[in-house]
């Protein structure tokens, strides 16, 4: 009877030794309050992604953690049956938890006296990665299990795939697999081959040790074993197993960032950030941009090229001066200009959209990130003269108009002062007489201040009205182009001599998506400015001053393009605007701190590099673009002397030459 009793107690106490840890599972899984909220409303934070306008990547924006998210509808069958393979065979069958691994586990601990295997689950394994810490200890264990078990009863098994694939890091600092073929492989999801899924969900394991970017055979070691429990499961076949052994797949280093063009990426976040999009870093968000980023790195360098190449003539200028002055004691040499100031910008847009498809706010951004292209404000001297002439001829001048150009004092009045203004040419001489289109064509001040005089300067502001342009000053100085512009609102301007009449708001952002919706898209904004016909007379002018004119450095063969250049008192900002048939651009170049560059140094000789270099380089990349500007219906074409001039129904060929003396066009 003892025997029998004491054998009784045995099997109970061994019973009971077996019971409870389930016993104490089954209680705190049903009384415990763990939480478990942030896995059943997984809402983890996501990379942003900009792109160009044909969709490649320019920038991935994110806050501490790099992560594309990837439902599970998107998530193809071979990467679950490759991480099932290899970390939880009977995933689809146990509760969360697998009793049985759990004893064979414990059993080679014993025999061991040590852990040498593992018994987590998919489930255990993301729950420690979201709820818990890696401590080794057993109330981490018993947590994890109760953890799973409540997990497995509020998600289905798919869910909790899609939490843990999303989840998971996988080294270099990819967290979620739609991000690690991304970075590693460069290929969507369903674009990988099963050597690459067997790559990925090898790596949750130890991502560095079986990291492809540091240990690449060590990697395809991983993978092979992950092909062979496949095989052994006989979820692939021999030859398809052979087949994936055999390749070996090419696998990139990014960096997390891969930032290819700054200049727009931190423009991206300042229009996000204005259209309330705080969690520019969180959020999601992919973000389709109207930037050509092959027309960008060429913009890039067209920009440091003509810097270098002002640098280059500065020292050159001031051998020549040594040189003079050695010859002419009473030469005066140029001051010393401080070229660590020098900067430039570029911005270009397409002509008939406004699509901006390049910008570069300075000459190097790791030295300066300043965006002068959008931020800065510069005056843009004479490159605002064919907004004066436009009007002009929209009141009916032609480029065959007689304008005088002689040398006159004005007297005005500022702050009860009379005080005396007596501008000149750059050249310092004056032509008497000289057509409208020769006077911009050379970019003749006088000509241009006594245009204003004729058309009459109340009536000139009325008209420049309708060009949207912000603090015009109200006297002649306006003449000379005093306005303070960025080159982005120079070159919203300058579209309409570029789009036919019709003034387009510039855009960057084409549209914005979160979570499949779409949450930003741009709205054509566009002003009318003056008729086709009006506008072509403007675009034959300023195609002279790029032939012949003060423009002629930037000409670039092989298209027609139309432009003006800007160089303001004492040479302190230096401009390029002008437009081919279908692009639009801006150069600049100045010192930061507003003091002259050198005193040769002018738009046409700093900038009009700039912009043939940028056009030059669109031609080789796009050799199919439209080169010759159209004619429009309406524009009659009359050879007057030597030249080809163009008239309208407004600007109306001259009835009769008459002979016109300088002094009689003095009187106003």
């Given at each position: 009877m003892r025997n029998i009793s004491f054998k009784n107690i045995i099997y109970t106490i061994l019973i009971l030794g077996f019971l409870t840890p389930f016993l104490v599972l089954g209680y705190f899984l049903q009384?415990?309050?763990?939480?478990?909220?942030?896995?059943?409303?997984?809402?983890?934070?996501?990379?942003t992604i900009i792109y160009d306008k044909d969709g490649n990547k320019i920038a991935n924006l994110f806050d501490k953690k790099h992560r594309y998210y990837a439902p599970f509808e998107e998530i193809p069958p071979h990467v679950v049956e490759a991480l099932v393979a290899i970390e939880d065979t009977s995933f689809f069958e146990h509760p969360g938890i697998n009793i049985d691994a759990i004893f064979r586990a414990a059993i080679k601990v014993l025999k061991a006296g040590r852990a040498v295997e593992g018994a987590s689950t998919i489930t255990q394994q993301l729950v420690k990665n979201v709820l818990l810490t890696r401590e080794k200890k057993l109330s981490r264990k018993i947590k994890e299990a109760i953890y799973s078990l409540k997990l497995e009863r509020h998600l289905t098994k798919e869910q909790i795939l899609e939490r843990y694939l999303n989840e998971i890091y996988f080294g270099h600092g990819y967290y979620g697999i739609k991000t690690a073929a991304d970075g590693y492989f460069h290929k969507r999801l369903e674009d990988l081959t099963l050597k690459e899924i067997a790559v990925l969900v090898g790596l949750p394991k130890a991502p560095s040790t079986y990291a492809p970017t540091k240990n690449y055979e060590i990697s395809m070691g991983r993978a092979n074993r992950v092909l062979k429990r496949m095989k052994v499961l006989g979820w692939i076949d021999e030859v398809t197993y052979q087949e994936e052994i055999a390749r070996n797949p090419e696998v990139y280093d990014d960096t997390l960032t891969q930032n290819q063009a700054p200049f727009i990426v931190d423009e991206v976040v300042r229009r996000m950030l204005k259209e309330g999009m705080e969690d520019i870093k969180s959020g999601g968000y992919k973000v389709y941009t109207t930037v050509d980023l092959r027309l960008q790195e060429v913009a890039r360098e067209a920009v440091k090229k003509a810097y270098e190449m002002s640098l280059e003539r500065i020292e050159e200028y001031k051998i020549?001066?040594?040189?003079?002055?050695a010859k002419d004691p009473t030469w005066e040499v140029a001051p010393e200009t401080n070229t660590t100031l020098l900067n430039g910008a570029l911005v270009s847009l397409e002509a008939k959209t406004g699509n901006i498809l390049a910008m570069v706010g300075s000459t190097d951004y790791e030295k300066s990130s300043y965006n002068r292209a959008t931020q800065g404000r510069r005056q843009p001297g004479s490159a605002f003269k064919p907004f004066i002439y436009q009007v002009g001829i929209d009141l009916g001048y032609s480029g065959a108009t007689k304008l005088v150009d002689v040398s006159r004092t004005y007297k005005y009045e500022k702050d009860g002062e009379e005080l005396m203004w007596k501008p000149k040419n750059y050249e310092k001489n004056y032509k008497g007489l000289i057509s409208l289109r020769e006077a911009l064509v050379h970019s003749r001040n006088l000509a241009t201040i006594n245009l204003v005089n004729e058309i009459g300067l109340n009536q000139l502001l009325t008209q420049l009205d309708k060009f949207g342009i912000e603090n015009l000053p109200r006297d002649l100085s306006v003449s000379l182009g005093t306005i303070s512009l960025s080159p982005l609102q120079l070159a919203k301007y300058y579209s309409s001599f570029a789009n036919d009449g019709i003034q387009?708001?510039?855009?960057?952002?084409?549209?914005?998506?979160?979570n499949g919706d779409v949450v930003y898209e741009r709205q054509e904004i566009t002003r009318f400015i003056t008729e086709p016909t009006q506008a072509f007379i403007m675009t034959s002018i300023l195609r002279d001053v790029v032939n012949r004119g003060t423009g002629r450095r930037a000409k670039a063969w092989g298209i027609e393009l139309a432009g003006k250049t800007g160089t303001t008192n004492n040479n302190v900002d230096g401009w390029f605007a002008g437009y081919s048939p279908t692009i639009q651009t801006i150069v600049w170049f100045g010192n930061d701190d507003n003091s002259p560059m050198h005193r040769w140094e002018t738009g046409g000789k700093i900038a009009g590099p700039a912009f043939k270099m940028y056009y030059d380089s669109l031609l080789?990349?796009?050799?199919?673009?439209?080169?010759?500007?159209d004619v429009p219906d309406g524009i009659v074409e009359v050879k007057v002397g030597k030249r080809k001039e163009y008239f309208s129904d407004i600007s109306k060929p001259p009835r009769v030459e008459q002979e016109v003396k300088a002094t009689e066009e003095l009187l106003f």
């Open positions: 009384v415990s309050t763990y939480d478990i909220s942030s896995l059943i409303n997984y809402n983890p934070k996501q990379t020549k001066d040594q040189e003079i002055l387009i708001e510039p855009s960057l952002i084409s549209s914005i998506e979160k080789k990349l796009y050799p199919q673009i439209k080169r010759k500007f």
